[in-house]
Nanobody
Framework: QVQLVESGGGLVQAGGSLRLSCVVS????????IDWYRQPPGKERELVAT???????NYADSVKGRFTISRDNAKNTVYLQMNSLKPEDTAVYYC????????????WGQGTQVTVSS
């Protein structure tokens, strides 16, 4: 069974930076991609960034040029570096794992709160 644990959230002023971490444990073979999602207060959960097993990355338009997704395979950890934060980035941030030989398995983390003050 796979577990994902996010950390690194907190309160930051607009223009500041945070780095989120997502540690993957358990059956970590056949990881195909990891996403970061976020859910602002009262809104739907939205995809923020993706990194694939080949280190291809993709970003939502709202975070391009400000956020960077990366991973450290030795530590089974995916990061989301967030710079130039804005109040509209306030949300609970979740990591989401795509895994399994046939890429049919999924897992969510518990989320970490990011609050950006103006």
């Amino acid at each position: 069974q796979v577990q994902l644990v996010e950390s690194g959230g907190g309160l930051v002023q607009a223009g500041g930076s945070l780095r989120l971490s997502c540690v993957v444990s358990g059956s970590t073979f056949s990881i195909n991609a990891i996403d970061w999602y976020r859910q602002p207060p009262g809104k739907e959960r939205e995809l923020v960034a993706t990194i694939t097993s080949r280190d291809n990355t993709n970003y939502a338009d709202s975070v391009k040029g400000r956020f960077t997704i990366s991973r450290d395979n030795a530590k089974n950890t995916v990061y989301l570096q967030m710079n130039s934060l804005k109040p509209e980035d306030t949300a609970v941030y979740y990591c989401y794992l795509h895994y399994g030989v046939l890429d049919t398995l999924r897992a969510w983390g518990q989320g970490t709160q990011v609050t950006v003050s103006s």
